[in-house]
Each structure stands twice: as structure tokens, then as C-alpha cells.
């Protein structure tokens, strides 16, 4: 079946810029994440979804950051004022219970010029 | 908190080889212990989780890994490497509170199979 997929797979922004970023999980997944890859980095969580409600957001590096999940299903990122080092990969992962095993998605590459 | 150090950041093998690639945690309580492989420009994949029970976890692609409570390590093993096998490879280490997993990954280390 289909895997988690995220769009769009690469975004060019300029400084101040607000983004979103888009996350399909997996189809009945109920449980999803967002995490953050810097280059030569391991990713760094920064939220987890049960439903449609963030169950924690402790990894959101600030309040420019912010995600939702309005239908318990797609979520968005969403980004204001970019700064340059908010460049990176941002990944998405879903499982079908928060106590299963996460599914990653390939990522969207965010670069801030 | 948990912690995760790959002990080496890239190796460098010839096909057909063995290879270790060196994962330790630091945690004060019980924690489930992951190994991730990322292929380029595509996501992570898991080769391999321990829960509990035995501590010899094998996974796909020939993968294994050996959990051992007294060193806090999670060396993740291949008897024979093949080409195919170069890409990044992420420790990572989980405690399920609060409800759910939050993974808690290394930085990596790059694995170089050379014909």
C-alpha cells in the first residue's frame, strides 16, 4: 500500500518567508510525528499527533513553528518568518498506534536563502 | 533524558566483508532501541527494533543486532556487505511515555561499500 508521502519533496524560500510543509500518512495511522534533519544531523523530533490534537510539542524549536492536523489525518507544518537556519530536511512519520512502529516519509529539503 | 552516540561517523568497507556499526545509549530506565537506514533522497526505513525478550534482534536485509544492558550498547552486525548496502545508518533509542515512542536518534554513520 501507499507509505507516508510529503510535499512538496523540495522548497526554496527566501528569509522572512512563511512556508507550510504537507504530511499524507499512511491510511488509518493515528499516530504522527514531525522531526527535524540538519544536515550531518540525526533527526530531532518536534511534534506528535494522537488524532487531531497535539499530544506533545515540546520539539517546536519556537513559536514562529507550528503544526495542525485538523481531520486526524493530513498535517501541515507551518513555518513564519523563515530564517536561514531553519534550513533543512523536515520529515513526517506515522504509525497505527502511538506504541507501533513509526513509518517515515522521504522528507521536504527547506532551504532559506 | 536519553542519549544516543554512533561511535563512527562513516565506514568505509569492501563488498563481502563483515561490518559493525557501534551504537551506545545512556538512559536510566528500560528503553526500546531502534536501527534505521536511509537510502538517498528517500526516507527512513527500519532494519531492526529491540522491545524485549532475546537480546539477538535480527532484521531485513541480514541485519542483526545485540543488545547489551551492561555496556548500554546496540551494535548493529552484517556478515557479508553488498554494494547495495551504502547508505546512512541511525541508532536510536525510545522510552513509551506519556502514551507514545519519541524516538531519539544518533547522528549517523555512513556506510561505504567499495567493490
Known amino acids: 500500500g501507499a507509505g507516508v508521502s510529503q510535499t512538496p519533496s523540495n522548497k526554496v524560500t527566501e528569509k522572512g518567508k512563511y512556508v507550510e510543509l504537507r504530511c499524507d500518512p499512511i491510511s488509518g495511522h493515528t499516530a504522527l510525528y514531525w522531526y527535524r534533519q540538519s544536515l550531518g544531523q540525526g533527526p530531532e523530533f518536534l511534534i506528535y499527533?494522537?488524532?487531531?490534537?497535539?499530544?506533545?510539542d515540546s520539539g517546536l524549536p519556537n513559536d514562529r513553528f507550528f503544526a495542525v492536523r485538523p481531520e486526524g489525518s493530513v498535517s501541515t507544518l507551518k513555518i513564519q518568518r523563515t530564517e536561514r537556519g531553519d534550513s533543512a530536511v523536515y520529515l513526517c512519520?506515522?504509525?497505527?498506534?502511538?506504541?507501533?512502529?513509526?513509518?517515515f516519509g522521504p522528507g521536504t529539503r527547506l532551504l532559506v536563502l | 533524558a536519553q542519549s544516543v552516540t554512533q561511535l563512527d561517523s562513516q565506514v568505509p568497507v569492501f563488498e563481502e566483508a563483515p561490518v559493525e556499526l557501534r551504537c551506545n545509549y545512556s538512559?536510566?530506565?528500560?528503553?526500546?532501541l531502534f536501527w534505521y537506514v536511509q537510502y538517498p533522497n528517500q526516507g527512513l526505513q527500519l532494519l531492526l527494533k529491540?522491545?524485549?525478550?532475546?537480546?539477538l534482534v535480527k532484521g531485513i536485509n541480514g541485519f542483526e543486532a545485540e543488545f547489551n544492558k551492561s555496556q548500554t550498547s546496540f551494535h548493529l552486525r552484517k556478515p557479508s556487505v553488498h554494494i547495495s548496502d551504502t547508505a546512512e545508518y541511525f541508532c536510536a533509542v525510545s522510552r513509551f511515555s506519556g502514551g507514545y515512542n519519541k524516538l531519539i536518534f544518533g547522528a549517523g554513520t555512513r556506510l561505504a561499500v567499495h567493490p
Open positions: 499527533f494522537q488524532g487531531t490534537g497535539a499530544a506533545d
Open positions: 538512559s536510566s530506565v528500560s528503553v526500546y
Open positions: 512519520a506515522s504509525s497505527l498506534t502511538s506504541q507501533e512502529t513509526q513509518y
Open positions: 529491540y522491545l524485549s525478550g532475546s537480546t
